[in-house]
């Protein structure tokens, strides 16, 4: 134990690349931890604060606060999981030939797409909330649900998703998880549609294919050459609308999970084979704006996954047609300054009937301006959405949205409206 402990932290180290830093030390600090609380029977928690915690880096300090995860969570997991810890061990350490090639992968990329980016990388352990996010130009990942294989075990986990996230990964693919999701802190926020979350996922595999000058390798692009036509004719059905659990993160209920990070890849790869200008290219690529449908359609066409350029245009044009819309409202006129207070219930008005989950959300005024106690449901035509007011108040602006959220028409197409605003004044 003594010689893989001092191992780790040969490997604690901050690697720079240009203003770029990769941090390990996290990883360290835990093992650390970890090991000293299997050997004493002190206080547990003040050993985990001691040893990790109270050194935990700037990048351990985001992620806990973004993903809403703390020190009773760590006391939790370490108790509840110990053959899981002990299997995945040695897969958590990262080697100098690791880092090696993720610099060398960095500093490709700022020949393929020029920047300024100050973004550090840390490589922290989690308590499998989360296997990364990015924290403005930093990258944040929790390499427990990254760097496990199949002899990992996961026997321990209530949860079936967790029981299968080393189904399709394995710790090899740690410099192509980490360059892909480095990309990410380029990219725009944002992602209207299936086809829009499709490229911004699929076009990081290919940059990182590009960066690390080697094979992108994972079960969906096998998989999706092997089965191409099919995969093809089933994306064209469902890609302008908002079923993203048939094409991601959907590994508990697909044996062919996350295809389309496969279409992705496919429609930003001809992308770039079709373009004379490939450093242009990958500027196009990494810099769409995947929240503008025009913008995301126009580089479906430009890329020609699909051959007949017209076909797409009707698909979409189809799908503008049949997006659910608010019709009217039944009490008022939306925008009405002059509502009055006895009313106690609001109906609203689609223009075809609806699936039973409708979004409702606060405006940016806040809950003082929320007009609403209870939602009712709709009718037996699934047209007219019930919703009971609270007590309003006189001479009172009120709003709230409906969001696309979850927000679709019965046959499955989605709100037409990120945000529609229904407001009003009481008299």
């Not at 928690?45 to 993903?67: C, R």
């Not at 580089?299 to 797409?312: H, I, R, T």
């Not at 009707?314 to 659910?324: D, G």
């Amino acid at each position: 134990m003594k010689h893989m402990v001092s191992a780790i932290a040969v490997l604690a180290l901050c690697t720079t690349v240009n203003a770029q830093k990769i941090y390990t030390s996290d990883i360290t600090n835990f093992w650390s931890a970890y090991d000293k609380m299997q050997q004493t029977d002190q206080n547990k928690k003040q050993v985990l604060e001691e040893l990790f915690l109270n050194k935990k880096t700037d990048g351990l300090t985001a992620f806990m606060s973004i993903k809403k995860f703390n020190e009773e969570d760590y006391l939790k997991a370490i108790e509840k999981y110990p053959q899981f810890w002990n299997s995945i061990r040695p897969n958590t350490l990262i080697d100098a030939k690791k880092i090696k090639s993720i610099n060398k992968a960095l500093e490709r990329l700022k020949v393929l797409y020029p920047n300024n980016s100050k973004g550090n990388i840390y490589y922290t352990i989690g308590t499998f909330v989360s296997g990364g996010t990015t924290n403005k130009e930093d990258l944040l990942l929790g390499i427990e649900k990254i760097v496990g294989d199949k002899n990992t075990v996961v026997s321990e986990f209530e949860n079936k998703n967790l029981q299968k996230m080393f189904r399709y990964i394995n710790a090899s693919q740690l410099e192509q998880i980490t360059v892909h999701e480095f990309i990410h802190t380029f990219q725009k926020n944002g992602e209207v549609n299936v086809l829009s979350k499709a490229i911004k996922e699929g076009s990081c595999d290919l940059i990182a294919e590009l960066a690390l000058n080697t094979k992108f390798v994972s079960q969906y692009i096998d998989y999706g050459y092997k089965n191409y036509d099919a995969v093809r004719t089933a994306f064209q059905k469902e890609m302008f609308g908002q079923h993203f659990s048939n094409w991601f993160f959907n590994s508990d209920i697909n044996e062919h999970p996350d295809l389309g990070y496969f279409v992705g890849y496919v429609i930003s790869k001809k992308y770039y084979e079709n373009a004379k200008d490939k450093k242009k290219a990958i500027k196009d690529i990494i810099d769409l704006d995947f929240d503008n449908e025009t913008a995301v359609l126009t580089f479906l066409e430009q890329s020609n996954y699909f051959n007949d350029a017209v076909a797409v245009r009707k698909l979409w044009s189809t799908h503008k047609e049949n997006q659910p819309k608010v019709v009217s409202i039944l009490e008022f006129e939306n925008g009405n300054q002059q509502v009055s207070t006895d009313i106690k219930k609001i109906q609203i008005v689609f223009s075809k009937p609806m699936h039973d989950k409708v979004s409702i959300n606060f405006s940016k005024n806040g809950k003082e301006h929320f007009p609403l106690k209870n939602i009712v449901g709709l009718d037996e035509s699934k047209t007219i959405l019930t919703v009971e007011t609270s007590e309003l108040k006189p001479n009172t602006e009120y709003d709230f949205y409906i969001t696309d959220r979850g927000t679709k028409s019965a046959d499955g197409y989605s709100f037409a409206q990120a945000e529609y605003k229904i407001a009003f004044r009481t008299k």
